[in-house]
Structures are given as structure tokens and as C-alpha cells.
């Protein structure tokens, strides 16, 4: 059984910082590719960032640019998002995402599991 849980998120005044951690349990977490989306109240769930299976490679969206950083650890099969400089319009819950085989993916139906979530509220 495949297991995503992400932790990490809480309360935060604008410009401050939060690290969200992702383990992955019942999957080669290797051989993933990692995404993180994210859904604030009434909006459509939306890509931040995603990361190649080896960490090689990571692509992130316009609007994260510079302030989000995508990380992994294969050995801990744990997936990060350092995030920076932290707005109000960052505010949503956020999902991390396991996509079986190669690339960048940038769209939901192309990841194979889900986390539960974790919310991150920004306050100005």
C-alpha cells in the first residue's frame, strides 16, 4: 500500500519560511518522479514543483520562482519544499505527488499517488 505524508506546514507571517517534508512508504521511491501541488479555498488544485527521480532535474512554476526550493532524499524517500519569502497568495494546502518513471511532470492526471495534505496559512 502506497503511503504519502507530508508534514511541515502551519502559520506564518509574510516573508517568513516553512520546509514541507514528504515520506513515501510501499513504493521504489527512486524510480519516482515528485511533484508538489497545491490548493488554496475555491481555486483548482495548481503545480509548484516537481523533481526527476535522481534530483537532477527540478521545474518549478512562474509565480514560486526564487523562493520555493524542490530537494529529495532517495535514502530517506523523503521529498522537501523549502519555501522562502512566503506570501498571502501562498496560502493553500499543499500536496505532494509521486509520478512513476521519467520527466517533469506538470499536470495532475500524470502522477500516479497523492498525500493527504498540509496546510500552510500566510498571514500579512
Known amino acids: 500500500q502506497v503511503q504519502l505524508v507530508e508534514s511541515g506546514g502551519g502559520l506564518v507571517q509574510a516573508g517568513g519560511s516553512l520546509r514541507l517534508s514528504c515520506t513515501a512508504s510501499?513504493?521504489?521511491?527512486?524510480?519516482?518522479?515528485m511533484g508538489w501541488f497545491r490548493q488554496a479555498p475555491g481555486k483548482e488544485r495548481e503545480f509548484v514543483a516537481a523533481?526527476?527521480?535522481?534530483?537532477?532535474?527540478?521545474y518549478y512554476t512562474d509565480s514560486v520562482k526564487g523562493r520555493f526550493t524542490i530537494s529529495r532524499d532517495n535514502a530517506k524517500n523523503t521529498v522537501y519544499l523549502q519555501m522562502n519569502s512566503l506570501k498571502p497568495e501562498d496560502t493553500a494546502v499543499y500536496y505532494c505527488?509521486?509520478?512513476?518513471?521519467?520527466?517533469?511532470?506538470?499536470?495532475?492526471?500524470?502522477?500516479?499517488?497523492w498525500g493527504q495534505g498540509t496546510q500552510v496559512t500566510v498571514s500579512s
Open positions: 505527488a509521486a509520478a512513476r518513471g521519467v520527466g517533469l511532470p506538470t499536470t495532475r492526471p500524470l502522477y500516479d499517488y
Open positions: 510501499g513504493l521504489t521511491f527512486s524510480s519516482y518522479s
Open positions: 523533481i526527476r527521480w535522481s534530483g537532477s532535474s527540478t
